[in-house]
């Protein structure tokens, strides 16, 4: 997450081990001078240079938000224990139309494009 534009930069459907995680930071391709804010968790030592690298948990708010809000509005981020899907195009899909309604102006073309109005 961009927290500057408070925008998503990018995801990635995968385990939560140091493999998938060095995909997704390769398929980001940040440039040099970026600086990589996240929580201590030990994968993230492993895979982010240490000069492009600050592990602080104050850091992470937005990110946690941002993730908090697509389990809430798409059940099939919820919990092992509630709905899952294990379709990884049904995921991407989902993440993607998510992302065009909160962060792409999406949400205001579809009330404009539905003529709708909420007074």
Known sequence: ???VRFQTIGW???NRDAKTFEQFYEKLNLPNHVI???DDWD??????????????KVSTT???QNNSNVRHFAAR???RTKVVSKSIEMINAT???????????????VRKFCNLSFS
Do not use: S
């Open 77 to 79: 981020f919820t919990r």
């Open 12 to 14: 990635f459907v995968g």
């Open 62 to 64: 937005q990110i946690e």
């Open 43 to 56: 994968v993230y030592n492993k895979v982010i240079p240490d000069c492009n690298h600050v592990f602080e």
């Open 95 to 109: 993440l993607k139309v998510l992302w065009f309604l909160n962060e792409a102006g999406g949400y205001q073309q």
């Open 1 to 3: 997450m961009d927290c």
């Open 36 to 38: 990589v804010y996240t």
